[in-house]
């Protein structure tokens, strides 16, 4: 036994000259970083070069313009106002957190049909957002689907030009954007309440703790994690609203939120520079945004017992 | 400078763009196939017309292979062809023969296509050839003409009790206040989602019967103050709205569902191109609907008591500088132009001079309508252009006009007077940035 505790070295491992020492590690990273760096970083430092020249995206040459861009971002009304459209999502964004904790929850304990239900909350994420625009295009025409169902409800004097009136439309818009990430944020919402321990249930059942208490005392504090994760989604999510009132009105009617502007700027315009120098703002905000909310929200190991 | 994207392209676009990057042929140096070499081998031509490129286009390509025999001519249909192919030219591949997007600045077209001979020369041969042509240089040839104006249901407006086009404004908004009130149908139809045929109030220039006015067009700091161009085409659709001539919904409009809506009357009149017409016609037979009731009018102005309506190329076609067959890729454009019968078979103005005219617009000229050809602006060439970018008035496009369209319905805040006045502030000022 003792002779196993200490094996003599094998003579040849001395024997050998020391190693050139080989960094490894390099060769497993390699296609990780080379990947990571050809699409992100790169294009990223592409961006802000372009956003310091005035260029049209075809013409060999670009004009070095210095800060320009940015000072236009910034003064121009028509670049910076488009920024306002983003509160409409970020309200909305509240209600869809509030909905999918709702129904995480909820499903989360036994409830009859629980998997159906799980299934009928998640589907509108999974599908397309193109398709989900037509589909919710079709439901706010006049006499479409939604004011059929209102008349049907006998509130059919409520009826209105959901995307033509300006009033609505961009709450029309957010909700149709609600619809479609609620599916997201329950699925995360859920998945965290399920790694709570089935235990510390039983044990507040027994402490005679109702649904609220549980839900005040283990299961929001169990997820806070999460709930932070879903507040930088939602709040950059609505910075960079696009698909759906792209599609839906094309920006029209006072819809036009920060990156359709920055797209129709690029490409309809050919200002790929001022384009740019839009989206390294944008970048630069959503960073800045998170950054604060990490520090008023800190990232404390998260203990139940 | 006109940015016509959709013509008959619009039709139901079900067929697949290919996937970009099969461009396969078109590769090779730039120099191995020089104008002078042979006309054998195979090529790629690009088009928008998803709809034809696996039933018409093959057909001419057929034609076209048994008169140079050895060649091959393979479509590739782009859906998106203005974004898609703009950047396919900044990759340096992109097919032998293909449609000039709109993106091209007239004096980036020697960077991407090759010259087909001086302005003058082809003039003789060719109309539009100036649309597409920089420093005496041709660098694309129409491959059909359009003529602009309205498409109107006759049956409409005559049930409203007008039977030929108005001749001013005034006379034209009476006439979709009548058809609002004796009949049910829209009077006017915006397609104001689509957005793009908003940009045919920038195709009525003509109507003012100057050729020097794609010239002093960008040389004048303010175009919509009253009694010019834009005052007058924006102005009228600014008063169609404001009298609300125009759909309930305009943000639910749809440019596909409007054909067969003009077709049985529930629209009276829409803004486009005369390529519109067979369209049109074919959604009235396949809606059970006479095909007669539609019809093309002028634009509601008379300059000197005579209707003018500006005819203009649609997509010019080019030879690619990179390609690889550049004899074969020309043989092909000049005969595609010439010979291939294209543009008849579009109802379109075809490109050669003396050919003559479609039986639609014939009777369209016969009603007294003068067909201008604009001449492209020459000292001041791509200068309407580079104010369009600086001051983001897409002149040609719809973002200002949406934004027009809702001002006039109360949507949004403004009258025409100060969102006319700004406009003519914003270009204004990128007028003196880009003028000076």
């Given at each position: 036994m003792t002779a196993l505790l200490s094996p003599p070295r094998p003579e040849v491992a001395t024997k050998r000259p020391p190693r050139k020492k080989i960094p490894v590690h390099w060769f497993y990273l390699a296609p990780a970083l080379i990947l990571l760096i050809t699409f992100t970083y790169v294009p990223v430092g592409n961006m802000v070069w372009y956003s310091f020249h005035k260029w049209d995206g075809l013409s060999p040459a670009m004009d070095p313009v210095g800060w320009d861009n940015y000072v236009r971002v910034f003064t121009d009304e028509r670049y910076w106002r488009v920024f306002l459209i983003s509160l409409y999502y970020f309200v909305a964004s509240f209600a869809q957190i509030a909905i999918a904790l709702y129904f995480a929850v909820i499903l989360s304990f036994s409830t009859r049909f629980r998997n159906l239900f799980k299934g009928i909350l998640f589907f509108p994420y999974l599908l397309n957002g193109v398709a989900v625009g037509f589909v919710f295009l079709y439901l706010f025409q006049p006499g479409g689907t939604l004011d059929s169902v209102l008349r049907l409800a006998g509130l059919g004097e409520h009826a209105r030009l959901w995307l033509g009136d300006p009033d609505v439309a961009n709450i029309a818009l957010a909700g149709t954007s609600v619809w479609r990430f609620t599916g997201l944020s329950f699925v995360l919402f859920l998945g965290a309440i399920q790694s709570i321990p089935g235990e510390i249930y039983e044990a507040a059942d027994l402490d005679g703790a109702n649904r609220w208490h549980q839900f005040r005392y283990i299961i929001a504090p169990g997820i806070r994690r999460i709930i932070s994760l879903s507040f930088i989604l939602a709040i950059s999510g609505s910075l960079a609203v696009f698909e759906i009132p792209f599609i839906m009105t094309g920006g029209a009617n006072g819809t036009r939120t920060f990156v359709i502007q920055a797209y129709e700027t690029a490409f309809q315009f050919r200002q790929i520079g001022l384009a740019s120098s839009m989206a390294v703002v944008l970048l630069l905000l959503v960073l800045l945004i998170t950054w604060i909310q990490r520090r008023l929200v800190p990232d404390d190991e998260v203990s139940l017992s | 400078m006109t940015t016509r994207r959709h013509w008959l392209g619009l039709g139901l676009a079900t067929t697949l763009a290919l996937a970009a990057g099969c461009t396969g042929g078109a590769g090779g140096s730039d120099d191995d196939g020089g104008a002078g070499g042979e006309v054998t081998g195979e090529i790629t031509v690009l088009t928008n017309r998803t709809d034809l490129a696996e039933t018409a286009l093959p057909a001419y390509a057929k034609e076209f292979e048994a008169k140079y025999p050895g060649t091959k001519v393979r479509f590739e249909a782009v859906t998106n062809y203005e974004g898609d192919v703009t950047a396919q030219l900044s990759s340096g591949d992109y097919?032998?023969?293909?449609?000039?997007?709109?993106?091209?600045?007239?004096?980036?077209?020697?960077?991407?296509?090759?010259?087909?001979?001086?302005?003058?020369?082809?003039?003789?041969?060719?109309?539009?050839?100036?649309?597409?042509?920089?420093?005496?240089?041709?660098?694309?040839?129409?491959?059909?003409?359009?003529?602009?104006?309205?498409?109107?249901?006759?049956?409409?407006?005559?049930?409203?009790?007008?039977?030929?086009?108005?001749?001013?404004?005034?006379?034209?908004?009476?006439?979709?206040?009548?058809?609002?009130?004796?009949?049910?149908?829209?009077?006017?139809?915006?397609?104001?989602?689509?957005?793009?045929?908003?940009?045919?109030?920038?195709?009525?220039?003509?109507?003012?019967?100057?050729?020097?006015?794609?010239?002093?067009?960008?040389?004048?700091?303010?175009?919509?103050?009253?009694?010019?161009?834009?005052?007058?085409?924006?102005?009228?659709?600014?008063?169609?709205?404001?009298?609300?001539?125009?759909?309930?919904?305009?943000?639910?409009?749809?440019?596909?569902?409007?054909?067969?809506?003009?077709?049985?009357?529930?629209?009276?009149?829409?803004?486009?191109?005369?390529?519109?017409?067979?369209?049109?016609?074919?959604?009235?037979?396949?809606?059970?609907?006479?095909?007669?009731?539609?019809?093309?009018?002028?634009?509601?102005?008379?300059?000197?008591?005579?209707?003018?309506?500006?005819?203009?190329?649609?997509?010019?076609?080019?030879?690619?500088?990179?390609?690889?067959?550049?004899?074969?890729?020309?043989?092909?454009?000049?005969?595609?132009?010439?010979?291939?019968?294209?543009?008849?078979?579009?109802?379109?103005?075809?490109?050669?001079?003396?050919?003559?005219?479609?039986?639609?617009?014939?009777?369209?000229?016969?009603?007294?309508?003068?067909?201008?050809?604009?001449?492209?602006?020459?000292?001041?060439?791509?200068?309407?252009?580079?104010?369009?970018?600086?001051?983001?008035?897409?002149?040609?496009?719809?973002?200002?006009?949406?934004?027009?369209?809702?001002?006039?319905?109360?949507?949004?805040?403004?009258?025409?007077?100060?969102?006319?006045?700004?406009?003519?502030?914003?270009?204004?000022?990128?007028?003196?940035?880009v003028m000076r």
């Open positions: - | 097919g032998d023969v293909l449609l000039i997007p709109n993106t091209v600045a007239v004096d980036q077209l020697g960077q991407f296509f090759e010259p087909l001979g001086s302005t003058e020369e082809l003039k003789a041969k060719y109309r539009f050839v100036d649309e597409k042509a920089f420093d005496g240089q041709v660098y694309g040839l129409s491959i059909g003409g359009v003529a602009n104006g309205f498409v109107v249901n006759k049956r409409i407006w005559q049930q409203a009790g007008i039977t030929a086009p108005p001749s001013t404004p005034e006379a034209f908004l009476a006439g979709l206040t009548k058809i609002k009130q004796s009949t049910g149908a829209v009077p006017f139809y915006t397609n104001y989602k689509d957005g793009w045929p908003l940009g045919f109030f920038n195709s009525q220039r003509a109507i003012l019967a100057d050729p020097a006015i794609n010239d002093k067009f960008p040389a004048d700091p303010a175009p919509w103050q009253p009694g010019k161009i834009e005052y007058i085409t924006d102005g009228l659709l600014f008063d169609i709205v404001h009298n609300g001539l125009i759909e309930k919904d305009p943000l639910t409009t749809n440019w596909e569902g409007s054909k067969p809506m003009i077709a049985t009357g529930k629209v009276a009149t829409m803004l486009l191109g005369s390529w519109a017409v067979p369209q049109m016609k074919a959604a009235a037979t396949a809606a059970g609907a006479d095909p007669d009731d539609i019809a093309f009018w002028p634009f509601p102005y008379q300059t000197g008591g005579t209707f003018h309506a500006r005819i203009e190329g649609d997509y010019k076609a080019a030879v690619s500088r990179s390609s690889g067959n550049k004899a074969t890729a020309r043989a092909w454009l000049d005969w595609f132009v010439n010979e291939s019968g294209f543009a008849g078979d579009q109802e379109a103005i075809p490109p050669a001079v003396g050919q003559p005219l479609p039986a639609g617009l014939q009777a369209f000229q016969d009603t007294g309508v003068e067909l201008v050809e604009l001449p492209a602006a020459t000292t001041n060439a791509g200068k309407e252009d580079e104010i369009i970018k600086e001051s983001e008035i897409d002149l040609a496009g719809h973002i200002y006009r949406q934004k027009l369209v809702d001002i006039a319905r109360g949507a949004a805040k403004g009258t025409k007077d100060s969102y006319f006045a700004d406009l003519n502030k914003r270009w204004g000022d990128a007028h003196s940035r």
